[in-house]
C-alpha cells in the first residue's frame, strides 16, 4: 500500500518513483533466527523493496554473517 502511495505522490509532483531506494529493516534477536531470514526477505523483493538492513543479536558469534551472507546473497545476485 505505500509502494502505491508513493508512486501517486512521485507522479503528482513528476518524479520518477524508481530513483527512489525502498528499504526495510529488522533485527535478529538470536543466531538462530538466521536460518528464517531467506524467507523473512523474499516477501519484501517481491513487493519492490530494494534494500535490506539486518541488525545482528548481541554478542559474538563467529559464524553467523558467514551464513547469513550465503543464505541471502542469491536473493539480491
Not at 508512486?7 to 526495510?24: Q, Y
Request: overall charge negative; hydrophobic content about 35%; charged content about 25%.
Amino acid at each position: 500500500h505505500k509502494n502505491d502511495v508513493l508512486d501517486e505522490h512521485c507522479a503528482t509532483i513528476g518524479r520518477d518513483a524508481s530513483e527512489i531506494r525502498r528499504s526495510w529493516q529488522f533485527y535478529l534477536k538470536s543466531p538462530e533466527e538466521v536460518s528464517g531470514v531467506r524467507q523473512r526477505i523474499e516477501p519484501y523483493l517481491a513487493i519492490g523493496i530494494d534494500h535490506v538492513c539486518i541488525g545482528m543479536p548481541l554478542g559474538y558469534h563467529p559464524w553467523l554473517i558467514e551464513q547469513l551472507a550465503n543464505d541471502v546473497k542469491p536473493l539480491f545476485g
